[in-house]
């Protein structure tokens, strides 16, 4: 084994087909993966465990065990249980796993799992986040931090069911059965990463024979987000479907400002108002330019501002007054309409802040693109099935995903060896597959060394030996 000069290795030596790298102790860095994993092993094992005292595999190691299943992007939980034998040592040293079930009793256990008893553990991360002040860095027009919420199904299917699915019956007298959650992402437009507050579960209820919905959900998901982010101003950006009076109000209780898409099919008195003040000349409007790229060169993009404040809501609600912007784009050459959105607000608006208060309106798609894009599209597989299970399995699976995610962003943001592997791979899919290699044959004691493996930091060389 070669090294250069940052590597902390001393030597290592080769047996049963692994390397073995033997390190020097070093202090865990507060944002790397290691320590956010550390910590949220200590959080897993304190998740009171319902069954039987006697039970022999611990509940902290299947939970452990679903979370690296997905940290290591591994397609199946049969896969990642087949390869427990080969992976156990680095499993233990890196993700604190001591034993694995087979893939039928882990289902099992984790079925038992009530999700409730999981969602404290977006705590651990963000914790650590408010610590090293990389919140305070996502403070948006001064003093916000901006969260983004939204609904994606996580589980769909024709023939596998639980009592708990949500159900979607067709003309042709077909049933779809799946699973949806309600997410809540820390955004900022100007960065990349995006961090999971919480997620709450659309269930259909013992006994219920309504489906549960977003509204519902969003009433149970904002304690969460208040408790995780307590102490902070919080924007909540939401789309077209939260602009009604009892959310708002739920909003305005709870201390949040708000930036919500609308529409003028579903919010006609509030258009109309704004038609009759364009009329009257009583809105405020401006226009910017600026040059956007395009295929073939440049062009011209006009954007138009125009904005009201001290609108009502509607005609149930003449109570809640809101602030309304509307935003276009056109080509600067042609005037043909690019783009177009709608936004209210209960933040006064003036020429200075409305800008920002439509980056931020159009940010909302973070929690869309950034996070269940990313999640789809780049390894965690997010839509296959893991695990359907009678009670929560579904659910479980889906938070396990959700933090593995949260702490791979943190580790983009934050962990230097992160990004110099990542670097050097040159896309997420082919990193998440280099580090599975170094993980299955290269025994280490943290995944810092793997990402220094990764980016050249440290050198293996193999020498023939006669």
Partial sequence: ISKNTTAILKVGYYSEN??????????????????????????????????????????????????????????????YVKQYKERALNLQNIYGIEHCPSDGAMRTILD????????????????????HGVLDSYKFMGKYLTVSIDG?????????????????????????????????????PDKQEVFVVGTEAMLKEDGKSKNDCELNAVNRLLPVINNHLSGYSLL???????????????LQAAGHSFI????????????????????????????KTRTERKRGGTRQVICTYEYAN??????????????????????????????????????????????????????????????????????YNFTHNYGHGKEHLSTVFCILMMLAFTIDQIAQACDRYFKRAWRVRGSKKSLWEKVRQYFDFVVVKSMETIYKLISKDIKLKVEQII
């Fill in 236 to 250: 909540i950006l939401e789309d077209a479907l939260y602009a009604n009076g009892p959310h708002i109000k739920k």
């Fill in 260 to 287: 919500l898409s609308v529409k003028e099919g579903s919010q006609k008195s509030l258009f109309k108002q704004f038609s009759s003040l364009q009329t009257k000349k009583k809105t405020r409007k401006f226009k």
């Fill in 152 to 188: 994606v199904t996580h589980f769909s299917s024709k023939k596998v069911c639980c009592p708990h699915c949500l159900e979607t019956h067709h003309q042709d007298g077909t049933v779809t059965y799946n699973h949806k959650c309600l997410a809540a992402a820390l955004i900022h």
């Fill in 18 to 79: 692994k390397i073995f790298l033997q390190e020097k102790p070093m202090q865990k860095k507060p944002l790397s993966f290691d320590k956010l994993v550390g910590d949220l092993g200590n959080h897993m094992s304190q998740i009171p465990d319902t069954r039987k005292p006697n039970s022999t595999i611990k509940l902290s190691d299947c939970l452990l065990g679903g979370f690296a299943m997905f940290s290591l992007k591994d397609s199946s939980l049969l896969n």
């Fill in 310 to 379: 001290g609108l009502y809501l509607n005609e149930s609600h003449t109570d809640i007054k809101v602030n309304m912007v509307w935003y276009e784009e056109r080509d600067g050459a042609t005037g043909e309409l690019l783009k177009k959105f709608c936004f209210i607000t209960d933040i006064d608006l003036n020429k200075q802040n409305v800008r920002e208060v439509v980056r931020a309106g159009r940010s909302r798609w973070k929690i869309e693109n950034e996070t269940f894009n990313t999640l789809k599209n780049q390894g």
């Fill in 112 to 131: 038992k799992v009530a999700p409730d008893n999981l969602i404290g553990l977006y705590s651990k991360p963000l914790e650590m986040l408010k610590t």
